[in-house]
């Protein structure tokens, strides 16, 4: 902590002469992320299913908006990011597999291929922290992946400003901006999944595949699991009553919801689509009365509030980790 | 001589129950080379680490440039160069853009970090077409010689090298040797070498400490560690004669005889002749006023092999003694 407050200072007083090492090291990074093919590859791969995704959505558009039964019809842009035939998926559900595909490969070899080539050394005999260069990696990437959302974002609403006419609305961009948010901080949590494994694991390639079997099983296997557990213990449905069921879905939901996807999706499901009122079953009795309305900006946002910070303490418990292991750790190759 | 620049007290590592380092005491003078010899896994690495506060020491103290290496060791970086022994570049960029990182994370401001960089490839020797090369594509000389720029650039008041020579040809260590040595004549530089190649250190090195084992056996230069190891034969005079073995023989008494002499022994046409003082001008002049044919003489100095063989002999035998 002393260091930590220490740094800081050093970086403020650095700062006005010339740039403090932490963010040399961070445009360092965020140039060799640029120059890679891999990031290339990665951009790309994001651009086309954006791509693809915002033209299923422009065609079928006009049929969204003018279907009156749904409560979300005005709000045109978050339709443009929601709407599909049943070809694709949507772009938040695309970027659900992608989003981890991200961050796993724009961190899975941040520090083993450092200390494999021998540079690891030469740096740490820099005069600077330790914990500096962990963090350059994990805020460079963050930046790059930040750009890259922001910017497709504002492309979508651009053309669709350009091809309808329609201007964004505040709150429409509200939503569309924490949805943008929502998605860094997902990716965040895979990317500081992925920089641990990069400390605890020699070989770049060991720690890609360990990171891509979590997200694997997070995505695939825990549900099944969960599943078949809850089928294991509980009793079969007709012998309990309604309160039960819900008593059973509601610790089911919880567990499901140790998964960072299923974070993601409450989430954005909810600020993409203003009529979601609970993320949990709801009785009739709270239904009664209850008019089938876009909920506001403020509202939606208190109902993922806690998803919010699901994500973020998952990220934070990966990051406090990735330091309990690098700062002790022999970085002699 | 109060003031050392490199000062180590009682340092220890230990790794689980190996002893890496072990009670070790050194101190090293301002403008000096040192070199710390040893064998594969005698704890010069963690030694250095340990200096640079890159780990930290189990119980004992580093004080380099008058800061504390383990509770301070951002200040001891900004005075110290090191090079590690498997030196790394960043492969993408290019020569110059890796030493500018390094400069710029020494707070080297960006106006004058280029020029310095290209002033310090200059010095170490690098041509200028290779300066925009990837490193990727540089030898292991020119790594080499890029590492020593890279350590330079901040300007340091120390430099240590951990096995600078490995894996370079010989003409090639012999350049960089002696760039290291003009460097460190001309600019004050204290250099701290570690190496386990005995010649090498030999060429260069004011004063060697001799590592075994996490232990320093014996410091000092060459000539007093020399004079230390081999007190009852300190020198030895090699003369190869061309006459017969009773010639030689007839004269021997008179040899023992002389002034000095503590021992002689002939095999054939060779006598091998110990003496407590270098009286080798005095021995070949017997000889030739006996008539002999005098082909050849050799004066025995002990080199670091020596040194370095007696002391791990030593260490050895105590060892099974035990």
Redesign the interface.
Known sequence: MKNLTASFK?GSI?NK???S?FW??VR?EID?HI??WRFIILLLLIALTFWGAMYVSMNNIRAAIANISDPDQMFLYLKLLTTTEGTLPPFHVFLNFLGPLLGISLGFDAINS?QQ?????????????RDNLLLSKFVSALILISVLFFSLVLLMVGCGILLTGVLIELEEALRILSFTIICVMYIGFWLGLSILLSIRFKQAATSALTAIGIWLFLTVFYQIIVNIIVRALVPTSHQLTQNEILHYNEILLSFLRLAPSQLYTDATNTLLMPSIRSLSPITMEQMAGAIPTPLSFLDSLMIVWPQVSGLIAATVACFASSYYLFMRR???? | MDNPIIELRGLTKCYGTLKAVDDLNLSIQKGEIFGLLGPNGAGK?TTI?MM?G??DPTSGSVKVCGYNATSNP??V??K???M?D????????TALENLI??G???????SEVRERATEMLRLVGLKDDDFNKKTSEYSRGMKQRLGLA?VLI?RPDVIILDEPTLGIDPAGVKDFLELIHALSRRQGLTVLLSSHHLHQVQQVCDRVGIFVGGKLLVEGNLDSLSKNLFSDKSYEVQITVQNDTSMVMKHYPELLALEYVQEVMVKEQTIDIVCSWDITPHIVRFFVAKGFNVAGVQKKQYGLDDIYQKYFENNLTEHSQQ
Do not use: C, W
């Open positions: 050093i650095e002469s010339h740039g090492p040399i090291m360092k060799s120059r890679s450092e080539s021998g540079t690891l050394t030469r740096i740490m005999a820099q005069p600077v922290y022999e970085i002699r190759s | 690495t680490l640079l890159l780990t951002i200040s970086k900004r110290v160069g090191y590690p498997s030196l790394g570049f960043y492969d993408n960029m990182y390094i710029e994370l020494n707070g080297i401001p960006s890279d901040k």
